[in-house]
């Protein structure tokens, strides 16, 4: 009895292990968007290489058929500059390929079998193209926790679900045999990398091509933190109807404080470019927890400087989401979805951008925070439409002295340079500085003292022409004169007196 009870244990182990083993497997389409493939174009004899990519954007619809438009660009971003190379469609763990004969030069021939993942074991038959060939192999892989089914037609004709061709040829040519040509390009996929910055495939994962060096690939993904010391938010504040109060308005957190058994770390605003005791406002108190940013000020229509302590803390930020997760809109008392996630190079690392509704525009950066229309701390708060509203956009973001976001044409004088090619045109009298300007649509001239002071300004109407800032009470020193266009963009210049 004891035996049988030792077998029926180990059968259920077993069945068990088999059960665990079978859930592993995932099947993974091939044809999907939010994925890049980038290939490793490289010549042994010539020691010669060169990268380019695919990537499926847009479906349409072609013979009552709905395929993914399948474009290829050498950049590392795709744009409009993009070629659409053809159309791809998948059915039954098959993928069908229409190649655009506007791009290839040849004529519509219909639509053929580019991969066939339908084969379980080795002798069984899997079409390409116009051919039926019989696999030599079938096992699997764990790409991104999941098994995956490799098929091996010979030695440099490999598939992977979801991944394509990992031997000689492209994601639309898998299996270019140029095994007879020394002096010939090889193409192999180099990497496939998902919209998240995860990557389901790099070349080292089943070959290694170190050597050979993909530029787009400098800086992997990595999260980054947004509530921490060492970094510098810089926003241009723009008033039309009182362009004495414009200028740069920075925000830095320094120090920590406990607060109802919690660590907080403080946020302060100041103008100037150095943070110090007297220069600077403490405005928030804010701290992070599992990519979570959490805040004690209530600021749900405004930005308003001084507010009470919210009686519980308020979530600012919540970059663990996926898309189609939801978050409380509290400006707008409704739920949005996250509808969109992709990357975007800052500083020597990718990071998360995050779309929430309809935004056209990435409404949040990891370790940013929003780019657009508010400060850091607000970012759901309303923004004004008003002529008499103050405009606020980030400017720069320094981490630990170095720039990963814009410029800081403030302080940074290293970056304003007498010298830059577009220079401003500066003459003196006895009693002011002639500014000309360099083209039309300014609409603020000002001059900046080394602190960060505003010493002058004045609002322009946006046609050419010059300037003139009064110098008579002005003390010997370092200026800046800075004119603004009605985009926010700014040209600067550094200037004795």
């Known amino acids: 009895m004891k035996t049988q009870s030792l077998l029926w244990s180990f059968a259920l182990i077993c069945l068990g292990c088999i059960a665990s083993q079978a859930q592993e497997y995932e099947y993974v389409p091939l044809v999907r968007e939010g994925v890049e493939w980038t290939y490793l174009d490289e010549n042994g004899l010539k020691l010669e290489y060169s990268f380019y990519r695919y990537r499926l954007e847009g479906d349409t619809i072609i013979d009552n058929k709905a395929y993914q438009k399948c474009y290829r660009y050498d950049i590392c971003q795709f744009d409009e500059t993009a070629v659409l190379s053809g159309w791809l469609r998948e059915q039954d763990k098959k993928v069908y390929l229409l190649l655009n004969p506007d791009t290839w030069g040849i004529e519509l021939d219909g639509e053929k079998v580019v991969y066939d993942f339908t084969p379980e074991k080795a002798g069984d038959e899997m079409q390409w193209f116009d051919q039926t060939v019989t696999v030599t192999k079938v096992d699997s892989v764990v790409i991104d926790g999941k098994k995956r089914k490799r098929i091996k037609y010979d030695e440099w004709f490999i598939v992977i679900e979801g991944l394509g061709c990992l031997g000689y040829g492209d994601l639309l040519a898998p299996y270019t045999d140029v095994s007879t040509c020394s ?59 009182h362009p004495e109060d414009n200028g740069i308005i920075r925000l830095q957190f320094e120090g920590d404080t406990l607060l109802d058994g919690k660590t907080y770390k403080k946020l302060y605003m100041y103008k100037g470019c150095d943070l110090t005791p007297d220069k600077g406002t403490l405005i928030d108190f804010m701290r992070e927890e599992n990519k979570i940013v959490y805040s004690k000020k209530d600021r749900k229509y405004s930005d308003e400087i001084y507010v009470e302590d919210a009686e519980t803390e308020v979530v600012l930020y919540d970059f663990s989401l996926d898309v189609g997760d939801s978050l409380w809109v509290p400006s707008y008392y409704e739920y949005q979805k996250v509808t969109r996630i992709d990357t975007v190079k800052v500083g020597n690392t990718y990071r998360k951008q995050f779309y929430i509704g309809n935004t056209i525009y990435s409404l949040w950066t990891e370790g940013l925070g929003v780019l657009e229309n508010n400060f850091l701390f607000c970012p759901f708060c309303l923004i004004s439409t008003c002529l008499d509203c103050d405009r606020r956009n980030l400017t720069f973001v320094t981490e630990n002295g170095e720039e990963v976001y814009g410029t800081d044409e403030e302080c940074r004088m290293g970056s304003i340079s007498d010298n830059k090619a577009d220079a401003l045109r500066i003459a003196r009298t006895p009693d002011a500085l002639v500014v000309t300007l360099p083209g039309d649509g300014y609409r603020l001239a000002e001059l900046i003292d080394t602190t960060g002071r505003l010493v002058w300004c004045e609002y322009l109407d946006g046609e050419p022409g010059e300037v003139l800032i009064p110098t008579t009470a002005l003390s010997s020193g370092i200026y800046v004169v800075a004119l603004t266009d009605n985009r926010g963009e700014r040209k600067v210049q550094k200037m004795g007196w």
């Open 183 to 241: 002096d010939c390009f090889r193409s192999f996929l180099n990497s496939m990398r998902r919209d998240d910055g995860v990557y389901e495939y790099k070349d080292k994962d089943f070959r290694d091509h170190s050597d050979f060096k993909d530029p787009c690939r400098e800086g992997e993904y990595e999260y980054v933190p947004f509530v921490r010391e060492g970094v510098e938010w810089g926003y241009y504040q723009y008033n039309p109807v």
